[in-house]
C-alpha cells in the first residue's frame, strides 16, 4: 500500500489551490449573493488543462490517474462547491461515460472537445417525478428512420443552462422498465431543445442549476449512446464516477470547514481562554480532523480500484455517503464554533452549510446510498459485470 500522493498529483493539488485561492476566493462571496456564475472559471479550468484531467491524451486529455481527478475536486469545494459540481457533471457523470461507451465516432466527436475544456458536457436523468426512482421518468425517444425524436423533460440539471453537449436518458420501451432506458447525446442548439435556470436554491448560488426540455427533439441514431435499452445501466455507471467526485468534493469542504474552524479557535476567546481551549469545541474540531482522513482514504481507495479497472460501485457508494455527511456535520459544525458571527456571511461558514445540503441529496440521496451499503452488507445486491469498462490507468496508447 502506498499513501503519498505522487510528484504530478502534488503539482496538479499545488495549481488548483493557487487557482482558487486568487480567482475563486477574492469573488466568490458576491457571486453567491448574486447567485451569479461565472463562466470565465470554466475557461481558465480549460487552460489549466483541469476540464479533462483524466482523460487519455489521446481524446484530449491530461492523461493523469483518476485520482488526480479527485485531488482537482477536493481543492475546487474547497473554494467553493458550484465548481467542483460543474467539474462533476462535466468530467464525472458526462466525459468518462463517453469515455466508457462511446463508439470512435462519437469520442472525437463529443469527448475530444470536452476534455480541452472547449465544450461543456451535462447529464440529464432526473425528471419532475423520478428523481431516486429512476425508471418513473417519463421522456420517451421514438425511433423515425435514422433518428429518434424526443420528448419531454428533465429537472435539476446542473449547467443547464451552460452546456453544449448533453446526455440525456430516455424509454425506448417503456414496457420493459429499466431495461427499456437509452442513453442519447443531444446538442445545444437543436431544434425543439430549450432550457431554463432555477433560481432561490439553498446552496450552489453560484452554480448553474436547471431544465431542459424535450419538444420533438430529431436525435440521430449515431447519438445514440450504447444499445438501446443500456440507458439505465450506462446511468449508474456514470454515477460511479460523478459520485467519487462527489465525495471527494466533499472532502474540501470538510477541509474548508476545518480550516476556517481552527482560525477562529485562536482569535476567539470566551472565559479568559481561546475557545480552541474548550474540550466541547475541541470534540467538533477532532471529529472534522477524523471524518477528513476517513473521507480521503475512502475516496483514494475508490479511485484506486479505478486506475486498476476493477468494480467499484460498492466502494464509491460507500465513500460518497460516508464523505457528504460527514461535511455536512462539519459545515454545521463550524456555524457552531463560529457563534453568532457564524450565522452571517462575513465568515464563510454560512455558505458551506448551505452548500453541503445538495450533496447529501444528488447523485443518490443518504437513503439510498445508507439502503444500498445494507444490501450489499446482507447479501441481497451483487454487481453484475459491464459490457464495457472504465479503462484501467496507466491508459493505453
Ligand atoms: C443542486 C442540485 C443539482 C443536481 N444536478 C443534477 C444533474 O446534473 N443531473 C441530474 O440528473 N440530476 C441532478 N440533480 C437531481 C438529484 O440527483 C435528485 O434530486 C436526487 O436523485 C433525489 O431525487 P428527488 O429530488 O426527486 O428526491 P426523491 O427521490 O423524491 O426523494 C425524496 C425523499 O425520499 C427519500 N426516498 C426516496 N426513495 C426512498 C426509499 N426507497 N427509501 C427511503 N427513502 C427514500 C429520499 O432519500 C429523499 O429524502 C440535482 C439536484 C440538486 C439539488
New binding site residues.
Given amino acids: 500500500m502506498d499513501f503519498s500522493l505522487s510528484q504530478e498529483q502534488l503539482a496538479v493539488r499545488d495549481v488548483v489551490r493557487k487557482f482558487v485561492d486568487e480567482e475563486i476566493l477574492p469573488h466568490i462571496r458576491e457571486w453567491d449573493e448574486k447567485q451569479h456564475f461565472e463562466p470565465r472559471v470554466l475557461k481558465r479550468l480549460a487552460e489549466l488543462g483541469l476540464m479533462g484531467v483524466c482523460i487519455p491524451e489521446k481524446y484530449g486529455g491530461a492523461g493523469m490517474d483518476y485520482n488526480t481527478l479527485a485531488i482537482v475536486c477536493e481543492e475546487l469545494e474547497r473554494g467553493d462547491i458550484a465548481f467542483r459540481?460543474a467539474v462533476s457533471?462535466h468530467t464525472g457523470?458526462n466525459s468518462l461515460t463517453l469515455l466508457q461507451w462511446g463508439t470512435e465516432e462519437q469520442k472525437q466527436k463529443y469527448l475530444v472537445p470536452q476534455a480541452r475544456g472547449e465544450k461543456i458536457g451535462?447529464?440529464?436523468?432526473?425528471e419532475p417525478n423520478?428523481?431516486?426512482?429512476v425508471a418513473a421518468m417519463r421522456t420517451t425517444a421514438v425511433r423515425d428512420g435514422d433518428s429518434y425524436i424526443l420528448n419531454g423533460s428533465?429537472i435539476?440539471?446542473?449547467?443547464a443552462d451552460v452546456a453544449d453537449h448533453f446526455l440525456v436518458f430516455a424509454y425506448t420501451d417503456r414496457s420493459k422498465k429499466h431495461h427499456g432506458i437509452t442513453a442519447f447525446i443531444v446538442e445545444r442548439g437543436w431544434e425543439g431543445f430549450s432550457t431554463r435556470s432555477i433560481k432561490g436554491?439553498l446552496g450552489?448560488r453560484a452554480g448553474n442549476?436547471g431544465e431542459l426540455f424535450f419538444d420533438h427533439v430529431r436525435v440521430p441514431v449515431e447519438n445514440r449512446l450504447g444499445e438501446e435499452g443500456e440507458g439505465f445501466k450506462i446511468a449508474m455507471s456514470a454515477l460511479d464516477n460523478g459520485r467519487f467526485t462527489v465525495a471527494a468534493g466533499a472532502c474540501g469542504c470538510i477541509a474548508a470547514c476545518l480550516e476556517a474552524s481552527v482560525k477562529y479557535c485562536h482569535e476567539r476567546e470566551t472565559f479568559g481562554q481561546p475557545i480552541g481551549r474548550h474540550q466541547l469545541v475541541q470534540q467538533m474540531i477532532a471529529k472534522m480532523a477524523a471524518n477528513l482522513d476517513i473521507s480521503r482514504l475512502l475516496v483514494y481507495r475508490a479511485g484506486w480500484l479505478k486506475n486498476q479497472g476493477l468494480p467499484n460501485t460498492r466502494e464509491t457508494s460507500l465513500a460518497k455517503w460516508v464523505a457528504c455527511d460527514a461535511a455536512w456535520e462539519a459545515a454545521s459544525d463550524a456555524v457552531q464554533i463560529h457563534g453568532a458571527y457564524g450565522y452571517s456571511n462575513e465568515y464563510p461558514v454560512e455558505r458551506y452549510l448551505r452548500n453541503a445540503k445538495?450533496p447529501v441529496?444528488?447523485?443518490?440521496?443518504?437513503?439510498?446510498h445508507t439502503?444500498l451499503q445494507a444490501e450489499y452488507a446482507l447479501g441481497y445486491r451483487r454487481d453484475k459485470p459491464l459490457s464495457r469498462r472504465l479503462p484501467a490507468w496507466p491508459f493505453e496508447e
Fill in positions: 459540481t457533471v457523470l451535462a447529464f440529464g436523468l432526473t423520478a428523481g431516486s426512482d428533465k435539476w440539471i446542473s449547467l436554491k450552489i442549476t445538495a441529496i444528488y447523485e443518490g440521496t443518504r437513503e439510498i439502503i
